[in-house]
């Protein structure tokens, strides 16, 4: 069993920045893929970026150059970061972490990004 916990979200200005966590605890053997999609209302759920066991990484198109996934992993946690800056008004959404663990996907519950001025 994987838990998923999230942190980050919050109400910026068009322009800002913000800074997503998510940490995996539980059964941690052989995470591989791990990182965010994204939903807003009436819209389907969009990959924003992935890092994956072999630390690659993959990036939606309205992600490259303005977001980053980072990486980290110890004992009893795996946890990536996900650096949004130049944040823009249809960037808000709700963001979930997920990972990929022996085959089973594992979603976190989301947390709200909204960028309105």
């Known amino acids: 069993q994987v838990t998923l916990v999230e942190s980050g979200g919050a109400s910026v200005h068009p322009g800002g920045s913000l800074r997503l966590s998510c940490t995996a605890s539980?059964?941690?053997?052989?995470?591989?893929?791990m990182g965010w999609y994204r939903q807003s209302p009436g819209r389907q759920r969009d990959l924003v970026a992935s890092?994956?066991?072999?630390?690659?990484?993959?990036?939606a198109d309205f992600a490259e150059g303005r977001f980053a996934i980072s990486r980290t992993e110890s004992k009893n946690t795996v946890t990536v970061m996900l650096q949004m800056n130049g944040l823009k008004p249809e960037d808000t959404a709700v963001y979930y972490c997920?990972?990929?663990?022996?085959?089973?996907?594992?979603w976190g519950h989301g947390t709200q990004v909204n960028v309105s001025s």
């Open positions: 539980g059964t941690l053997l052989a995470i591989g893929s």
């Open positions: 890092s994956t066991g072999g630390w690659s990484k993959e990036y």
């Open positions: 997920f990972a990929w663990s022996q085959g089973s996907l594992h």
